[in-house]
């Protein structure tokens, strides 16, 4: 039974570090999925919490996950443990049978589930975070108690810390398909041969007041008169990594060929939502719009706002750049930023920026620009990198001694 008790642990607690770490690194990403949420329930009143609930959700993982992994209050944590398991269990399953939303969030975009594969997930996970609460009593402490709420308070403050740092910059680890060094042409291509969505098609027919439904294969006679036409999806087809990328101008002509096939570059500001976005950003905007102009690079605003927004955005922001529109969702995807910066050539993306970190001045060669601003992307993320390498080496090393020591504490089962 010990072995299954530690395994559990060690499972149970990898799982909430992972699901808890990819949150932490896009926190913006959560609060758009607790938004949908709200949306799916009709609750749109609490939108001013989803910020506040993502931040919680992905400490508590981290937490309960970390406390999991090196064995520190265990009885404490355990309770957490199967109030949180309970409760998403539970959701989930709701989920899976009404299917508000196609995807539940609860890895982050580092992998993609569907409703029923999250409950299925939640039930496997179920059983272990079970055995760990059961035998809560059987685990022996190995730190003293005020060291244990000490480490607890400790990954408390990282998952904060983390979390932060990663909304007012862009994440450390993007898993989204628009990531620097991205072909966005390339991304959209439908390889040759490759599955197409499958349909099941419905007819519905209507004759002498009574309606019945036929299949494409068995259409009745000219007697019945259609009503409507019913498709439902029950294969999924290929589906490239970048499938809903496109550009319009604000009298509606798509550019999007135009400017993914532009040899020049290509500045794109990224806003979403410009009620929402950071006003004063626009300042810096503006003035690298102005120097975009004199060194001949095209610079374009992007938004899903309405017509309205966007006039009151231009009456207040007096822009100096075009805008246009795109999709809501597209948009939140390729940047993690309102408003947020992009650099493509040739459709290939060479440069993201968060707005608080928007350029004040391009070199004349602005290549040498964009391979100095992946240079220093690359170094921030070699840097987390190590230090996240270090933390499970620590991490390792803590639960191989933990074991060693307390060999001989662990009651016999």
């Known amino acids: 039974m010990k072995l299954i008790r530690i395994a559990s642990r060690i499972l149970v607690g990898i799982i909430f570090v992972f699901s808890g770490f990819v949150k932490a690194v896009d926190p913006l990403g959560s609060t758009y999925k607790f938004s949908d949420y709200f949306e799916a329930f009709h609750i749109e009143f609490l939108n001013f919490l989803t910020f506040p609930l993502a931040i919680i959700l992905c400490v508590i993982e981290l937490c309960i996950g ?211 976005s950071n006003q004063k950003s626009f300042q810096k905007i503006n003035k690298l719009s102005a120097i975009c102009k004199e060194k001949d690079c095209r610079f374009i605003c992007l938004t899903a706002s309405t017509k309205q927004a966007i006039k009151n955005f231009v009456n207040t922001v007096n822009p100096t750049f075009e805008i246009c529109t795109a999709d809501d969702i597209t948009l939140k995807t390729i940047i993690r930023s309102n408003p947020g910066l992009i650099l493509i050539k040739q459709g290939v993306i060479i440069g993201k920026w968060h707005y608080q970190d928007i350029p004040q001045k391009i070199d004349n060669n602005i290549l040498s620009f964009s391979i100095d601003t992946i240079r220093k992307e690359k170094n921030r993320l070699l840097i987390f990198s190590f230090m996240v390498g270090f933390f499970l080496v620590i991490s390792v090393f803590h639960i191989v001694l933990l074991k060693i020591c307390n060999k001989k504490k662990y009651p016999s089962d």
């Open 66 to 276: 970390l406390n999991l992994l090196l064995g520190i209050r265990i009885k404490i944590t355990s309770w957490f443990l199967l109030a949180f398991m309970s409760f998403f269990t539970i959701l989930t399953f709701i989920l899976a049978i009404f299917n508000p939303v196609t995807d539940c969030g609860c890895f982050g975009d580092a992998l993609i589930l569907t409703n029923w594969q999250t409950f299925w997930k939640n039930i496997i996970i179920f059983i272990p975070s079970l055995v760990i609460f059961i035998q809560r009593n059987k685990y022996v402490p190995f730190y003293k108690n005020s060291t244990e709420w000490g480490l607890t308070s400790a990954f408390i403050l990282f998952g904060l810390i983390l979390t932060l740092y990663n909304y007012y910059n862009l994440p450390v680890l993007n898993f989204r398909p628009y990531k620097i060094g991205t072909d966005i042409p390339e991304s959209m291509i439908i390889p040759e041969g490759s599955p197409a969505d499958e349909y099941e098609i419905t007819l519905i027919y209507e004759k002498e007041g009574k309606q019945k439904e036929f299949t494409v294969e068995n259409i009745p006679d000219s007697t019945w008169s259609w009503i409507e036409t019913k498709q439902k999806l029950i294969k999924k087809g290929y589906e490239p990594p970048i499938h809903d990328f496109s550009i319009s101008t604000l009298e509606g002509e798509d550019i999007t060929d135009i400017v993914l096939a532009d040899d020049g570059y290509t500045f794109l500001v990224i806003s979403n939502n410009l009620n929402k």
